[in-house]
């Protein structure tokens, strides 16, 4: 039995960024061998963004990078140059899978799109994410998750007031579309172990973020509401929101909470020791009602209670509650280490780093981060040497031409 879920699966991955290299790091950190595209002519934005090693720029020293790129090989080409495409072109008949994250005239013009690949391996399954598909009128617009969270409309539902939009940190779009990604390359994979065939999978990040929104669509398409900034507001929970506690460190602290009934509204407030029977609380609806006026009361109460603690309290009495953490917090936070979250891997150039554990367990065929993202071009000899058979003298003549680059 294999070891690993995927196991034996064989990936050549051109995707960079966001969508792309997280999907492909689901199946390479569950045994697939991925053998990752880059270019020194165009690198890959993350290799060049923070957080950095020791706090020092360098094309070998993202976390951010590295975090996306666990348990994968990588090699570079100019794919700008005929001889660099005459080796992908060696490389396809190995790869199960192709994947693709350019938008839809890359790989057209290389030659390398889906019907090209296919001549060369006939049940080839080949994966394209970028913005918008590869149809319709603005499938050739560029851009990243940024623009497509605004794109998507969860740039105008985040935030206070209509005035004032509060994106989400980062782009949001590129941690939604790999779900489904990678979820259509196994549906793909499994086809082609029942059926002998490949297939291409088109998939946008514009469709696939919208899933995220279904229940503000339906909403919209049963009722005509259009859904608008709220900050913390709930339609189901009173109160509900991040209530500022007491300071630690000179740091602030705040806690999330969550009331769904006037039974828990009675258990929160004996915690708190909300006295009294203000007669605007008195019902969900009520506070509902009166929400602007319940946060404010809630807020002054906790104020005087430690974060840590006060979760304690109230998740004791029956009442969802848990601190807002920071990053300090989340790296020393209990349950993460119970659960062995946090992996060490040696990097060639940064040394010994930390990058998150897989999101799943499953108990046949656990995953692993294999192995530390590689540094530009770190497998170019293994690949171009031991698996195409070019001879030193060939891959050195080819680096020199900057083919190999």
Known sequence: MSKFAVEGVKILDF????????????????????????????????????????????????????????????????????????LVKRLVPWADVVVESFTPKAMRNWGLDYEHLRELRPDLIMLSTCMQGQTGPNALYPGFGQLMAALSGFYYISGYDEDSPCPPYGAYSDFVAPRFSASALLAALDYRRRTGSGQYIDMSQYEASLHNLAPALIDYLA???VLWPR???????????????????????????????????????????????????????????????????????????????????LQGAGVAAYPVQNCVDLHQDENLEAFGFWHWLDHKEMGTCVYEGLEHRMSRTPGTLRSAAPVLGQHNEEIFGGMLGLSAAEIEKLKKENVII
């Open 223 to 225: 009722t005509g509401r």
């Open 15 to 86: 995707a960079w960024v966001g969508v792309g290299p997280i999907t492909t790091k689901y199946l390479a950190d569950n045994g697939a061998e991925v053998i990752r595209v880059e270019s020194s002519t165009r690198l890959d934005v993350l290799r060049i963004a923070p957080p950095w090693k020791d706090a020092r720029p360098g094309i070998n020293s993202s976390q951010f990078f590295a975090s996306y790129n666990s348990s994968k090989k990588g090699i570079t080409l100019d794919l700008s140059k005929p001889a660099a495409r005459d």
């Open 231 to 313: 900050g913390n507001a709930s339609d189901r929970y009173a109160p509900h929101g991040a209530y500022r506690c007491a300071d630690e460190d000179g740091h602030e602290r705040w806690i999330a909470i969550a009331v769904r009934d006037d039974a828990e509204w009675r258990a929160m407030r004996s915690v708190l020791g909300i006295g009294g029977d203000d007669a605007r609380f008195a019902s969900m609806k009520q506070r509902h009602n009166a929400a602007a006026e319940l946060d404010s009361l809630v807020n002054s109460f906790t104020r005087g209670f430690n974060a840590y603690d006060l979760t304690a309290k």
